[in-house]
């Protein structure tokens, strides 16, 4: 059997399939578009699923795909399997083939069996198929398939298996059927005919000895309600072989981890920690886990999924954390994650040009999110060894580890819930971690897959739509703000219509339109459809379906009714208004990239009359001289009004020219391609001014963070800017004037003074209140011996957690050597705190001790040695804690 790399096995199975008539699809992004119910693009099939459906319509009705996927979610959530297991991912590749009513099961299982045997060189004797047997759905033993494949491969090698094993659905009604599956025999020698013999034989039970390469999906049935198939009319094809695992077998390899799609960044891994080829003391499964890890993170975020706490983003957080954990675990004490994500894009970059164009977005994202976790990690441990010394305090040492805790380590630090399983079983505590996420499902996105809220509303649409020539409509509203159209359909409450009189809301489908539908980030037009005795006031213009557009609105005056001719008019003033702030951010866009780097990309926006928002990719905040250059590079290209441009061009040729595209964004073949000013030059769809002067103005209002990474800006244009700076205008005069400042050049100066004073106050007001809580000399403070250790316990009354600490220093002081406990009250909630001088520490634990005396204000606490703090609602127990307190440092000194 001849050895070839995976990145020839993808090439030659595309190849392979062209020559049969079948179109190349580009592999589609990680984030499925326009399908509410997947988290990721997660098989080979999901880009088609329409076409599949007959929602989508193609130009061709074979297609042939290096699909991109990603399975780290709902019933696909086996994370903790990564890295451990030869054949376990997040991220993997999906070739196939696919046939839209063309051929069938004849040519797919002749075409499957000749790739696999004739351009790969697999040895026959060695390959066993599977075919459904009839069991475990209401469908008959797929006879043809048996037939078909009897004429390849001895029948001896043909298992029949029930429905879990070879049986196909998109959900619990649709498109389904029957599939085969070819596997190959790892074991010596040629594979056994054991198909026709009695007992648990053949993949279906024997795993460890047969590997799944290919999936042949035969789609011939609808499944209706109750479970009935009915005969589809024409039957299709969905076919999936793992590149993965065929680059295993064509490697000789025993582990996926063994080939070149994985193989350099674990060495890479390696590398960085000092380790040789066998991993050392750490073994394989670390560093197989980081670079199944860095593929998913690279790739993920160059579809435009950044770490948060989002659905999708948490799923990548999760990944990232994961693979960083184990770095550290292995010694990796810097920032390493990024390195294997470069190695990543070095490996891929070629077959996807899209981790180029992304390799700085990539390297930042990954940097900010490493540290931020590092931190956590740090903080975390010091909670979770605060909680389990509380524990051990209360004599809970060996029972359960909070699931409130869990979860609050979880919400406020960002710290895994599994990691705190992990260190809670090394201290003997159990850790129920499906109680501690379901606490916080809502940031989880492991769980149930999205639901469409309105997906009946979006089958009425379909349906709607199915019925009308969408070939035949048009959009007009580039070049015209009114347009003469025939009404093709309306829905009024949910329902088609032939006819809604006034006061009624409609949904209007036109045969053609100058309303723009709101699309990459431009909100919908508003307007009228007119006629002789009819208006109908439009408030937004939607295109659910990613077709014609859906007029909504409320009929005014009249009746209107299908096949009526009407004219339909833009709101020309908002138009022009929300043309303005779209060319706007096209020039924010670039001087963003312009003055901040490379990495940064457009994460969202919105296209408003009143105003403009932005998204952006970029690790800190603006400073003040970033801010003001992207403000002066943008009014520069205002000033100098040059025309705006419009191109239609092919895709590649649109990249090859410098024009940017949104990450994650799936386009056609033809691209719009748009050049506001000199030098900014975006793919497109929406409406722009014809030259940057029209603009008028541009002024930024507001700057901050949004999420791990990313920055928010917003920003208005002509006299929304002029609007702004008269409102900035009147507060610096008015601040003048309240600071008695000569000229506006003497504010910041007269600011800063006051500032300062407002300071030097509150640090006067902060050491009064600590010298109050200390009290006035140490004859006054109230000392107990226990033991030999003198122990101070107070109440110091209303106090913040900075002046009991600054307290509690002054008071261990002014001791030498002794237990200081305080306690205080503040908004209504109880506080203590308890510090040990250094030379006790070894006999008396402040964390213990102040979990023992939590218990009185209804609380928990925990922290250091030498000192520790609790909290609860009971303000009244906090006597009660303070009396308690000398026979609880006795209990510690074993009096």
Excluded at 349 to 360: F, H, I, K, M, S
Excluded at 565 to 577: H, I, P, S
């Amino acid at each position: 059997m001849p050895r070839l790399g995976a990145h020839e096995i993808r090439q030659r199975f595309l190849e392979f399939f062209a020559a049969r008539e079948h179109t190349v699809v580009k592999s589609a992004p990680l984030v499925p578009q326009n399908d509410p119910t997947l988290l990721f693009t997660n098989a080979g099939m999901v880009p088609f699923k329409d076409v599949f459906t007959g929602r989508d319509q193609r130009p061709y009705t074979r297609a042939t795909s290096s699909q991109r996927c990603l399975r780290a979610g709902g019933k696909h959530n086996d994370l903790d399997n990564v890295g451990f297991t030869p054949r376990h991912h997040t991220f993997f590749e999906m070739l196939g083939n696919f046939s839209f009513g063309d051929y069938f099961k004849a040519e797919a299982i002749k075409w499957s069996w000749s790739f696999l045997t004739e351009v790969l060189g697999i040895p026959a004797d060695k390959l066993v198929v599977s075919v459904f047997n009839g069991e475990g759905e209401d469908a008959p033993l797929d006879q043809e398939a048996l037939d078909l494949w009897a004429e390849i491969v001895p029948r001896e090698r043909i298992y029949t298996l029930e429905a879990k094993e070879n049986f196909w659905q998109m959900g619990d009604t649709g498109p389904c059927g029957p599939c085969s599956e070819i596997h190959i025999f790892k074991g010596e020698g040629t594979a056994p005919g054991d198909a026709l013999r009695e007992g648990p034989f053949g993949p279906g039970h024997q795993d460890d000895l047969y590997t799944e390469l290919w999936n042949l999906v035969f789609m011939q049935y609808e499944k209706k309600e109750g479970g009935e198939m009915v005969s589809l009319p024409r039957p299709s094809i969905d076919t999936g072989a793992g590149l993965e695992r065929l680059a295993a077998v064509m490697a000789g390899a025993e582990s996926n981890y063994e080939t070149e799609l994985l193989a350099p960044m674990v060495a890479r891994a390696k590398s960085l920690a000092g380790v040789g080829s066998d991993g050392g003391a750490y073994g394989q499964a670390p560093f197989q886990v980081i670079a199944d890890h860095a593929r998913a993170t690279s790739f993920l975020i160059a579809d435009g999924v950044f770490p948060d706490k989002g659905k999708r983003e948490y799923v990548l957080r999760r990944i990232m954390r994961r693979a960083i954990r184990f770095g550290a675990n292995v010694g990796l004490e810097d920032l390493f994650f990024h390195q294997i994500c470069h190695e990543v894009v070095d490996r891929f970059g070629e077959v996807y040009p899209e981790l180029q164009a992304a390799r700085a977005t990539i390297e930042e994202v990954v940097k900010t999110e490493e540290s931020a976790f590092r931190r956590t990690l740090d903080r975390g441990l010091r909670r979770v060894s605060g909680v389990i010394a509380g524990l051990e305090a209360e004599g809970k040492g060996k029972g359960d580890f909070p699931i409130e805790e869990a979860a609050v380590l979880y919400d406020t630090f960002g710290f895994p819930i599994d990691l705190t399983g992990v260190i809670a079983k090394e201290h003997g505590l159990a850790l129920d971690e499906a109680a501690a996420e379901a606490k916080v499902k809502e940031l989880q996105s492991g769980g149930a897959a999205f639901k469409s809220g309105d997906a009946g509303v979006q089958d009425l649409y379909f349906e709607v739509e199915g019925s009308l020539d969408k070939s035949a409509f048009e959009f007009l509203g580039y070049g015209e703000l009114e347009a003469e159209a025939e009404v093709w359909a309306l829905i009024a409450e949910g329902k088609a219509v032939q006819s809604a009189g006034a006061g009624t809301r409609v949904e209007v489908f036109l045969s053609a339109t100058p309303m723009y539908a709101e699309s990459g980030g431009q909100v919908g037009d508003h307007g009228e459809i007119l006629a002789s005795g009819l208006r109908v006031a439009i408030d937004d213009v939607q295109k659910p379906t990613g077709g014609i557009h859906i007029h909504r609105g409320e009929v005014v005056e009249g009746e209107l009714k299908v096949g009526a001719k009407v004219k339909v008019a833009v709101e020309v003033a908002r138009r022009d208004a929300i043309r303005r702030n779209h060319s706007a951010t096209h020039l924010l866009h670039h001087a963003l990239r312009e003055v901040l780097g490379e990495h940064v990309i457009q994460k969202g926006s919105l296209v408003e009359a009143e105003r403009l928002r932005f998204d952006f990719s970029h690790g800190k905040g603006l400073s003040t001289e970033e801010r003001e250059e992207i403000e002066r590079r943008v009014n520069r290209e205002v000033l100098a009004n040059a025309d705006s441009t419009t191109r239609v061009m092919e895709l590649e040729a649109a990249k090859a020219a410098g024009a940017i595209g949104l990450f994650g964004e799936k386009y056609d073949d033809e691209v719009r391609v748009v050049s506001i000013g000199r030098e900014s030059v975006e793919l497109c769809g929406g409406t722009h001014v014809a030259r940057a002067g029209d603009i008028g103005a541009f002024a930024i209002t507001t700057e901050g963070g949004i999420a791990q990474g990313v920055r928010r800006l917003e920003a208005v244009t002509g006299m929304g800017a002029v609007r702004h700076l008269q409102t900035l205008s009147r507060v610096v005069a008015g601040a003048a004037q309240e600071l008695h400042a000569g000229s506006v050049d003497e504010i910041e100066d007269k600011l800063g003074r006051l500032v300062a004073d407002n300071k030097r106050r509150e640090k006067e007001i902060r050491d009064l209140k600590r010298q109050l809580a200390a009290g006035g000399s140490a004859a006054a403070d109230p000392i107990v011996e226990v033991e030999g250790v003198k122990v101070l316990a107070k109440n110091v009354g209303e106090a913040d957690p900075k002046t009991l600490r600054a307290a509690a220093d002054t008071l261990r002081d002014r001791l030498r050597s002794g237990v200081v406990i305080l306690g205080a009250q503040r908004e209504g909630k109880a506080s203590l705190l308890v510090a040990v001088t250094a030379d006790l520490t070894a006999r008396i634990h402040a964390g213990k001790l102040v979990g023992v005396l939590a218990a009185h204000v209804e609380g928990r606490g925990g922290g250091r040695p030498e000192m520790a703090q609790a909290g609860g609602p009971k303000v009244e127990g906090i006597a009660g804690a303070l009396e308690a307190a000398p026979a609880a440092v006795g209990a510690q000194l074993g009096a």
